[in-house]
């Protein structure tokens, strides 16, 4: 993978982007010289038309990236790639439409636009089954060579099993007598010299999946791999890497003391991301006032009680706040006071309040506590204090979510589903220390984008 801002990219995806912006650019040119023929208008200097060619590439690939056009799904299923690539184009031919309307130009007439899309459409199906095809076989996956034979060896196995991995397993070595869990692993002692047989291998990366850290590292080993060009790894810091969380399972606190990660040098990008907030919450307000108000009356029709509600809720630095929702569940939903989980189907939840959880308009007001500087548009999911009491003693490394400010949307919520359980809250907890530790505008960016998906498609919404 490569690092970009701070956060992980597969290979893959980035060189799949690539000849995306490559081919669609191509195709942008392609339906001007179509529709140019057909009027009998003179294509002129491809120089005039680059940056329009470049900006008709850029938002078609900002709209693939915001409908999850390069998540896992779309990486494995080439039906489940089409549908999105479809939505996608159409998504930034239609934005591309609305800004030939407010500024008209020369060369991307709607008309172009129609074949444009017909054309990358195409183009980004075939890049899919000739590149895509290419860039995921075993050939083109890095070489991981994996000290260790136990459990933490079998969860690598598994995670290079997934048709998306960008990494393959060439080999485990054993490094204790212990029974290894990993049948095909090699004993150490069955390897005269271990730098030339992970050079024989042609081996890129070793990870270290040892049960036992204490007085067990080859160091020699390690050193001699080392030097000799191949990149060495710890389990924690590769599983990072490889599912953008942090795994609490094998997480301590040197690792997270000694890591890259929870820079100070964020007083610029902080700065950055509240005038953002600012901004786009007071345009948020204003917009959908008119939304809103319409859900006020639908609401008070539907079932007794105010429109609005607030709740408590922790913030940063352990700090509780009240945010302010559209009311989804009826009055007496927690009649003795006690925080209760939200489930599936919950019958607490009223027909309207199904409605607007499902397309997210409930969370609308909170652009208010955004303006308020209680919360920002992107950061892990602030949680009531009642279930954050339970679920520090249940989790450790709880607490360290608080240490940035809490959002509407955020890492965990783009990556995994809806969650009302101990179970779950620890998955999201995984993508929320990820997102503390790895922030940068770059992600908010990205997480913003992909809460286009989370909208369009609310897998798990309740």
Do not use: C
Request: proline share 4%; charged share 20%; hydrophobic share 50%.
């Amino acid at each position: 993978m490569i690092r970009l801002f701070k956060h992980y990219i597969p290979h893959a995806v980035l060189l799949l982007g690539l000849f995306d912006i490559a081919l669609l650019a191509l195709a942008g040119e392609a339906a001007w010289r179509l529709r140019a023929s057909q009027i009998g208008v003179s294509y002129g200097p491809l120089a005039d038309r680059t940056g329009l060619l470049l900006g008709f590439a850029a938002l078609v690939i900002t709209a693939m990236v915001a409908v999850g056009v390069y998540g896992s799904e779309a990486l494995r299923s080439m039906r489940f790639a089409t549908a999105r690539l479809l939505v996608a184009v159409s998504l930034g031919i239609i934005a591309l439409s609305f800004v030939d309307f407010l500024i008209p130009g020369h060369v991307f007439w709607r008309s172009t636009l129609a074949y444009a899309m017909g054309l990358a459409i195409l183009a980004l199906i075939g890049n899919r089954l000739v590149v895509g095809g290419i860039l995921g076989a075993q050939a083109f996956r890095r070489r991981v060579l994996v000290f260790g034979a136990g459990p933490r060896a079998d969860r690598l196995r598994k995670l290079g099993e997934r048709p998306e991995s960008g990494f393959a397993i060439v080999g485990y070595i054993g490094m204790n007598d212990s029974q290894p869990v990993v049948e095909e692993a090699i004993a150490r002692t069955a390897i005269h010299n271990l730098t030339r047989f992970v050079e024989n291998l042609g081996v890129s990366e070793v990870v270290l999946a040892l049960e036992e850290r204490r007085n067990a590292l080859p160091l020699k080993d390690l050193l001699r791999i080392k030097t000799a060009g191949v990149h060495v790894n710890d389990f924690s810091s590769f599983l990072e890497r490889e599912t953008g969380r942090v795994d609490l399972d094998t997480l301590n606190p040197s690792w997270l003391i000694f890591s890259d990660g929870f820079s100070s040098g964020r007083a610029i990008s902080s700065a950055a991301k509240r005038i953002f907030d600012i901004t786009v919450s007071a345009a948020v307000l204003l917009v959908t006032l008119p939304l809103v108000m319409l859900f006020v009356i639908l609401i008070r029709l539907d079932s007794r009680g105010p429109a609005f509600f607030r709740q408590t809720r922790v913030g940063l630095y352990g700090e509780n706040f009240d945010v302010l929702k559209l009311r989804s569940m009826r009055t007496d939903a927690e009649k003795a006071g006690e925080a209760i989980w939200a489930s599936e189907n919950d019958p607490r939840i009223t027909r309207i309040g199904r409605v607007i959880r499902k397309v997210r308009i409930d969370e609308l007001p909170q652009a208010w506590t955004v303006l308020m500087g209680k919360m920002s548009f992107v950061g892990p999911r602030p949680e009531r204090p009642q279930f954050v009491a339970d679920l520090e003693e249940h989790l450790p490394y709880y607490a360290e979510r608080h240490m940035v400010k809490p959002g509407l949307t955020g890492w965990a919520q783009v990556n995994y589903p809806y969650g009302a359980s101990i179970d779950d809250s620890r998955q999201k907890l995984e993508y929320d220390l990820y997102y503390a530790k790895n922030y940068t505008p770059f992600l908010d960016l990205l997480i913003l984008l992909q809460t286009v998906r989370v909208v369009l498609w609310p897998e798990g919404a309740r």
